[in-house]
């Protein structure tokens, strides 16, 4: 007799090497966002300044994002390098929304007269620890799952 088979079972283990996101999308977004760090070493009075480089910062991470964006295979799921991005937009968003609020205490409140400088000073410092600190758990959790 003849032997037919109705079914073929096959096995494919399938891995992407991760170098190749790790320099097109981490390494920059990583040098972005020490830069965007660069931005407190400003006086907390260049409220202009500083909002307009964390602005531009920011803008450049979501330009980034839509360079890379034909280069990641669609996924229905959030994946690792999702995950970061995101976290990092976050910390970007943080940083202007803090550069607003820095300004406002140095330049405008209680009174344009008398602005608090001090608490602006302070505000500012707690806002860099704060995001410091921020971005390297991001960072450290992206590279601690196994990437």
């Known amino acids: 007799g003849s032997n037919s088979f109705s079914r073929v079972r096959m096995a494919f ?11 097109r999308v981490v390494r920059p977004t990583i040098f972005l966002q020490l830069c ?3 931005v407190f070493v400003l006086p907390a009075e260049s409220v202009s300044d500083r909002t307009s480089i964390a602005l531009t910062i ?11 964006k034909d280069e990641v295979p669609a996924s229905a799921k959030l994946t690792c390098l999702d995950t970061f991005m995101l976290r990092v937009d976050i910390l970007n968003l943080t940083e202007v929304i803090g550069m607003g609020c820095v300004g406002l205490f140095a330049t405008r409140w209680p009174s344009k007269s008398a602005p608090s400088t001090e608490l602006a000073s302070r505000l500012d410092m707690c806002l860099l620890g ?14 601690a799952r196994g990437v």
Request: proline share 3%; charged share 10%.
């Open 130 to 143: 704060a995001l410091v600190v921020a971005f390297a758990l991001t960072v450290a959790l992206f590279f």
């Open 36 to 38: 965007a760090l660069m």
């Open 58 to 68: 920011f803008l450049t991470s979501i330009a980034l994002q839509f360079l890379v």
């Open 13 to 23: 283990d399938i891995e992407r090497c991760p170098r190749y996101f790790i320099a």
